[in-house]
C-alpha cells in the first residue's frame, strides 16, 4: 500500500495537459467486442479502472496490445459471454459490458458490479432499457443473466437521465433490428464521445448530447483508429487545486463548456478565469470567498464528481457553504476525514454545511473512494504543516501521475511504500 505525504502551503504556478476521460474510456472500451476486427485507441490512460476493463476484455477473448501511445483491442476470438465475479467487483463500469456483449453473443452474465461504495448505484434503469430491447433477464445469486433471440428497436424513456444506462442501452441498440429511441437521456459529453466513436465504426447514432438520442440498428461495425475526449474531471481537480492554494494554473484539452459550472461557481470564489478554446487560465490569490449554494445535478450542472473536490476548497472560504449531493447518497465519507485536518463540516443525510475555517493543518487521513482521495490531497495541499493520505489504490482508479502533474505545478509532494 501507498500513502501521500503533502507538505502544504505552495503556491501552484504552471501547465496541466489533461489526460483523456476515464468516464469516456471505460463505455469505449466496452464497445470495442462489437466488431471483429482491431480497435486502436490512443492517448488511453494508465489507471486502475481501465486496467481493470482490459482485463475483463482479456478475459471474453480478447487479444491486447497496450502500449504508451495507444491501445489495440482485437476482438475476432472473443468466445465468453461470462464476466468473471473478481473482476466485476473491483469496476462498477464492467455493467457497460452488458449491451456489448448481448449484441455480440445474444447473451451474458455478470454479477452486480462494485466500485467505489458511494452509495447503492442500482442499475434498474440499465435493465429495463435492455428489456426494452427484447432481452430477458434473470437476477438470482448475485448474478444478472441476460439473454435475446434477437435485439429489437424501442422506444426507451429513462426515469432519470443515467449517464450509464444511456451509453449501456446505446451499446445494445446500434447493431438492433430497426431504430431506437432513448429519451430523457443523459447529456454528458462521455455519451457524445461515444456516439462520435460508434458512428466511426459504421454506426447510425444522433442525438447525443441532447434529451434524446436515435438509434438506428446496422449490420455490423468495423474497426477504427479513435482518440478519446480529455478528462473534465481531472481537469476540474486541478482548477480547484490552483484556486484554494493560490497561484496560476494553465489547463489544455478541456473545453470550458464541459466544466461550465465548476468555472462558475469559482469566479463566484474570487477567481479569475480566461479561457480560448479548450486553454483555461485560472488565476487565485488563495484567499477566496464562499458561496451560498452548489448543488450536484446532471450535465450541464455541477458534477458529482467534481462535488468532494469543491467541498476541500469550501473547508476554507470565507462563509458558509451548503452542498446538496442528488446523485449518490453516501458520497460524504471524505468529511470526517476533513475535520481531522480542523474542517468544520456538518452532514446531515445527502447535505453538508461548511463553516470555512481560517486554516487546514496538517493530518494522517484515509482515502475512501476515489473523489475522496482527491479532495484529501487537495485539503492537504492548502493546510498547514505535514499531511498523510493513504490507500491510494482509490485515487489510482481515476488519476493518473497525481504526484508528478501536482509537483511539476511546485506541490510539495511525494509517494512512498508504507
Known sequence: MDKYIIQGGTKLYGQVRAQSAKNAVLPLLAGCVLTDETIKIKDVPAIADVENMLRILGEVGCK???????????????????????????????????????????KAKISYPGGCDIGLRPIDLHLSGLRRLGVEITEEGGYIECRAEKLVGAEILLDFPSVGATENIILAAV????????????????????????????????????????????????????????????????????????????TIGVPAENITALLHKLRENGCQTYVKNDKIILQSKGVLKSVNLVETTPFPGFPTDLQAQYSALCTTAKGTTLVVENLFETRYKYAGELKRMGADITVRDRTAVIRGVEKLHGAKVVAGDLRGGAALVLAGLQADGVSEVADLSHIDRGYEGLEYKLRRLGAKIKRVRI
Do not use: W
Open 175 to 250: 447493431k438492433a433490428e430497426g431504430r431506437t429511441v432513448i429519451r430523457n437521456a443523459a447529456k454528458e459529453p462521455e455519451i457524445v464521445d461515444l456516439q462520435n466513436f460508434l458512428n466511426a465504426m459504421g454506426a447510425k447514432v444522433k442525438g447525443a448530447g441532447g434529451g434524446t438520442v436515435v438509434i438506428e440498428g446496422v449490420k455490423r461495425l468495423h474497426g477504427v483508429e479513435y482518440t478519446p475526449m480529455k478528462d473534465r474531471i481531472e481537469v476540474g481537480t486541478y482548477l480547484i487545486a490552483a484556486a484554494s492554494c493560490g497561484g496560476e494554473i494553465e
Open 64 to 106: 491486447i496490445v497496450r502500449r504508451k501511445e495507444h491501445t489495440l483491442i482485437d476482438s475476432a476470438n472473443a468466445v465468453s459471454h461470462e464476466i468473471p465475479p473478481r473482476l466485476t467487483k473491483e469496476l462498477r463500469s464492467s455493467v457497460f459490458m452488458l449491451g456489448s456483449i448481448l449484441t455480440r453473443f445474444r
